[in-house]
């Protein structure tokens, strides 16, 4: 079974309509990301979340909201998708007890498409 | 700020050596490479600590140069598995204010 998951897979809405995407992870890491990745931009990070009650925004948090409903789960909103939120979307984790290091692993994506 | 990646594309034939860098404006803490192939999720490499520590692939070795806050990914006798996109992360501190470059896609054709 694979250690972080997302869902859903593949996703298509209209304008206007709230989406939610959730990951899951069974690694144990306190950590938890949220990326969105659009061609030739990289990946961007929107929020991140270093414990249930810790969570902050990243560089491209305007118009998504996050929860963190228990350390394995941490969920991404959009509360009135528009077409230039069409990207991939990537969760990913990290464990503090891996300090110094910081290495992150990605969920598979989601594949999210605003009309 | 987004670290600087070079060069954006590179093709190579199988057995051929590449060099993928990386550099920032600010003092870093950690340089994170991670590969992603087509339509899969990213995977993590290595990670380079200031001061000279490191953490990763057994098969790939990188550097990490804290007086020009420049990293570089040395990939040798490239295999065809060697192709995708690379990315390198910055940190300025223990978990902070990570940020992706923007890519290196790598095509290691036979």
């Known amino acids: 079974d694979a250690d972080v998951t997302q869902t859903p897979r593949n996703r298509i809405t209209k304008t206007g309509k709230r989406i939610m995407l959730e990951c899951s992870q069974t690694?144990?890491?306190?950590?938890m990301y949220w990326y969105r990745q659009d061609p030739g931009l990289g990946l961007r990070l929107i929020y991140y979340?270093?414990?249930?009650?810790?969570?902050n925004k990243g560089e491209i948090s305007d118009g998504y909201s996050v929860s963190r409903q228990a350390q394995a789960k941490f969920s991404l909103s959009l509360e009135s998708a528009i077409p230039n939120q069409t990207a991939l979307y990537f969760c990913?984790?990290?464990?503090?007890?891996?300090?110094?290091?910081?290495?992150?692993?990605f969920g598979p994506g989601t594949r999210l498409t605003v009309l | 700020q987004q670290p600087v990646q070079s060069p954006q594309a590179v093709i190579l034939r199988e057995g051929e050596d590449a060099v993928i860098n990386c550099s920032s404006s600010?003092?870093?803490?950690?340089v994170h490479w991670y590969r992603q192939k087509h339509g899969e999720a990213p995977v993590f490499l290595m990670i380079?600590?200031?001061?000279?520590e490191q953490k990763g692939h057994e098969k790939i070795s990188a550097s990490f140069n804290e007086k020009k806050q420049q990293s570089s990914l040395y990939l040798t006798a490239s295999q065809l598995s060697y192709s995708g996109t690379y990315f390198c992360?910055?940190?300025?501190?223990?978990?902070?204010?990570?940020?992706f470059g923007p890519g290196t896609r790598l095509s290691v054709l036979p």
């Open positions: 990913a984790t990290s464990d503090r007890q891996g300090a110094p290091y910081n290495e992150q692993f």
């Open positions: 690694k144990g890491h306190d950590r």
């Open positions: 979340s270093f414990d249930v009650k810790d969570i």
């Open positions: 600010k003092a870093l803490y950690s």
């Open positions: 380079l600590l200031k001061g000279g």
């Open positions: 992360g910055t940190e300025i501190a223990y978990g902070q204010n990570f940020v």
